[in-house]
C-alpha cells in the first residue's frame, strides 16, 4: 500500500512539474503605438469645429502677414524721397511719387500734399484721419485671431465634458464600473482639451504677431507725419 501511495505521489509531482508555467513563456499582448492621427479622429465631432477655427486662423495669418510686411516694405524712404521733392518746388511729382507707392504712408502723404494751402489745422486733420482709415485697414481681420484663441480652448474643453458625460451614461446603463473602459474613454476625450489648447495658444501668439507689426508701422506714419507737418511749417514753405 506504501508503495502505491509512494508511486501515485512521483506520479503527481510529475505531472504538476510538467505543467508548470515558464514566466518566460506567458505571452503579454503588444503594446499598440499612438498615432497621431488616429488620436484626432477619436476626439469625436468636436475636432471638426477645431479643424474649421485652425484652418480660418492660419489663413488669417498668412494673408494680414503678407500685407502688412508689404505696406512696410513700401514705406522705405518715401518721406525722404518727398521731402526732397518739397524742397525743390516739384509738388506734383510729389503727389505722383506718394501715389504710385501704394502704401499706408504714401496715401497719407498725398492726402496732406493735395491740401498745401489750406490752414496747417485742415491739413492735420486730413492726414490724422487718412492714418486712422489706413491703420483700420491693416487691423481688418485681426481681431478674429483673439476670438479664435478665447473659443478654441472653451470648445476642447466642452468636447471633453461631453465625452465624459458619454462614459458615465454608458456605465450607467451596465450597472457596472470598469476602470479599463473608463480610462479609455478618458484619454481619448481629452484629446479636445488639448487641440484646443494648442490652437489657442498658436493663434494668441499669431494675434500679437500681428500687432507687433501694425504697431510698428503706426509709429513710422506718426513720426512721418509729424516730421510733414513741420515740414511746411518751415518759414519760406
Known amino acids: 500500500m506504501n ?5 501515485a505521489i512521483d ?3 510529475q505531472v504538476l512539474d510538467s505543467n508548470q508555467i ?3 513563456q506567458i505571452s503579454t499582448p503588444p503594446a499598440q503605438d499612438i498615432h497621431f492621427i488616429d488620436l484626432l479622429l477619436k476626439g469625436g465631432w468636436v475636432m471638426i469645429p477645431l479643424a474649421l477655427l485652425a484652418f480660418l486662423g492660419l489663413v488669417i495669418f498668412i494673408e494680414r502677414y503678407l500685407t502688412i510686411r508689404k505696406a512696410s516694405k513700401d514705406e522705405s524712404n518715401l518721406m525722404f524721397q518727398t521731402k526732397q521733392l518739397i524742397h525743390e518746388g516739384r509738388l506734383d511729382s510729389a503727389i505722383a511719387l ?4 501704394k502704401s499706408p504712408l504714401g496715401r497719407m502723404l498725398e492726402k496732406g500734399l493735395k491740401r498745401i494751402g489750406r490752414p496747417i489745422k485742415d491739413i ?6 487718412t492714418g486712422k482709415l489706413e491703420v483700420s485697414k491693416l487691423e481688418k481681420n485681426i481681431g478674429i485671431l483673439g476670438i479664435i484663441a478665447g473659443i478654441a480652448p472653451m470648445l476642447g474643453f466642452v468636447g471633453t465634458i461631453i465625452g465624459v458625460i458619454t462614459i458615465f451614461h454608458d456605465v450607467s446603463l451596465k450597472g457596472e464600473i470598469e476602470i479599463g473602459t473608463i480610462s479609455g474613454g478618458l484619454y481619448t476625450k481629452m484629446i479636445t482639451s488639448a487641440t484646443g489648447l494648442i490652437i489657442g495658444i498658436v493663434a494668441y501668439v499669431l494675434y500679437h504677431i500681428l500687432n507687433m507689426m501694425v504697431e510698428k508701422i503706426i509709429l513710422k506714419m506718426e513720426t512721418d507725419a509729424i516730421e510733414f507737418i513741420d515740414l511746411l511749417e518751415e518759414p519760406g514753405k
Open 98 to 101: 506718394c501715389r504710385n507707392n
Open 22 to 24: 515558464n514566466p518566460n
Open 11 to 13: 506520479t503527481l509531482n
Open 3 to 7: 508503495t502505491l501511495l509512494l508511486t
Open 124 to 129: 492735420e486733420g486730413a492726414i490724422e484721419n
